[in-house]
């Protein structure tokens, strides 16, 4: 039996359509290992707006890893935002790598306000093991 | 005639004896841009004694070198190492933020993180001599003023004789001037370079808390990784990356193959 084509108004669509919508205030999520640096904007309640990491800015190998690269991440990531409004933002930073300072002076020269700034590097309470030593 | 051979060590392991090794990377900065050493990039053994003699084994100066690849390895895991010390060690964060200690560590007024690590010296060095008798190290300059040719090396062994050192005063005079200077050479540092994101303020405490902490950081890198010799760390700030956050030419860093 042949499926029923929705009429015009029901309540299914046809398509996605992007919800374009204005958020004043956001946060800037950075999570910075030493390989790769990836930042993530969501609003406040954690949805995410845009991301970007600087392996799809084009780099590759060990390049991904350097400061350059996350300051390219995180312009990128912030450009999409700033077009929709935003204006301040909180930043959570995660990982040890380089790209903790360098995507942060990145966020601080795009105009965005930085309101707070948080590390929520994961901290066990003496939970899983952790990986073996590396034997250098 | 006091003889000196030059043995290369990269198949082998540095011999284990009283031999003292000491790093040629520590001559090289002493060099004047004219002088040359050809054969730096191996990994080999000088060994000259004052003894005159024409037993070779007796000759014997050593000159060890890791080889480049390594040392960088271990300077990256020390970045590692480090980078974990800022994150999980409380002392340590204790006293790049002073305000952690009462409390207030979940907004920072300042971010610390290590941009880099420099190893300024060999990691080889595992004794020094209790005595300069049997052996001694030539002065930087005359180890240099030896042009080394790696065709003359055979099998494994390059033979010359030390009067083409240039050296006018026996070998034995100088031992004992000598080992004091190349003892100050092979204490190891690993320069630390620290970037620190904040006001005037936060950098200052951050750097000085750092600092004050040097001798335990010391101490937990020797715990946390299996080294000879554990080095002495310096902390130095650096303004690298926020100089780098002022590049806005992508063009010049395209050019440079920065970025892709």
Sequence with gaps: MAKAIPKKGSRGRIGSRKSTRKIPKGVIHIQASFNNTIVTVTDVRGRVVSWSSAGTCGFRGTRRGTPFAAQTAAGNAIRAVVDQGMQRAEVMIKGPGLGRDAALRAIRRSGILLTFVRDVTPMPHNGCRPPKKRRV | MPQSIFTTNHHRSPPTTTAICCSLSTFLPSLPSSIRFPAAKFGYALMFSPYRSTNAARNRVVICMAKERRVKMVAKQIQRELSDMLLTDQVLQYAILPEAALGADRYLSSLTTISDVEVSSDLQ???????????????????????????????????????????????????????????????RVVKV??????????????????????????????????????????????????????????RILKNLHICC
């Excluded at chain 2, 020094?128 to 030896?146: D, E, G, M, R």
């Excluded at chain 2, 970037?195 to 946390?224: H, M, N, P, T």
């Excluded at chain 2, 080095?231 to 690298?240: A, G, H, L, N």
């Design chain 2, 125 to 187: 060095v595992t004794s020094f001599p209790t005595s300069a008798s049997s052996h001694t190290f030539l002065s930087p300059q005359v180890a240099i003023a030896l042009e080394l040719k790696t065709e003359d090396v055979k099998h494994g062994h390059l033979i010359f004789d030390a009067r083409d050192l240039g050296e006018a005063k026996p070998a034995r005079k100088l031992a004992g001037r000598i080992f004091e200077e190349e003892k100050q050479r092979l204490t």
């Design chain 2, 193 to 250: 370079y620290v970037s620190v994101f904040g006001d005037e303020r936060g950098k200052e405490v951050a750097i000085s808390g750092l600092k004050s902490k040097a001798k335990y950081v010391r101490s937990q890198l020797g715990k946390r990784m299996k080294l000879r010799l554990t080095p002495e760390v310096r902390f130095i700030e650096d303004e690298s990356l926020e100089r780098g956050s002022r590049v806005r030419s992508y």
